[in-house]
């Protein structure tokens, strides 16, 4: 069954007669005399704590962007180092004049 009040004061009288005036909570004394400070100090908690947050985001990026460097660098240094090699090799048997199809032989001939 739903009711509908057209005014508050009627919707006031019929809770106050139902419940009664009795406060069921209480505000503890001087609640409201500290409440800006220590909304005040949550505040700065969070915007320190958001500050901190944002230094070490920046600090693990950078990490990963030097990391990335490195290897990249390290990647670039190891295929310059294998095409030495390779030319090196090379050189070597251009120097003794093996050509491939005796270097062929020589792998492939059965003992």
Known sequence: MKTNYHNTEELEAKLISRFGTERPFSVPEGY??????????????????????RWAA????????????????????????TAENIQYIEDALDYSMIDNMSIASYLTEAE
């Open 58 to 81: 920046a600090a693990v990026l950078i990490g990963c962007v030097a990391t990335g460097g490195m290897l990249f660098e390290y990647k670039q240094q190891a295929d310059l180092q």
């Open 32 to 53: 409201f005399e500290g409440l800006t400070g220590r909304v005040m100090s949550r505040i700065q908690q969070r915007r320190r704590r958001r500050l901190v947050w």
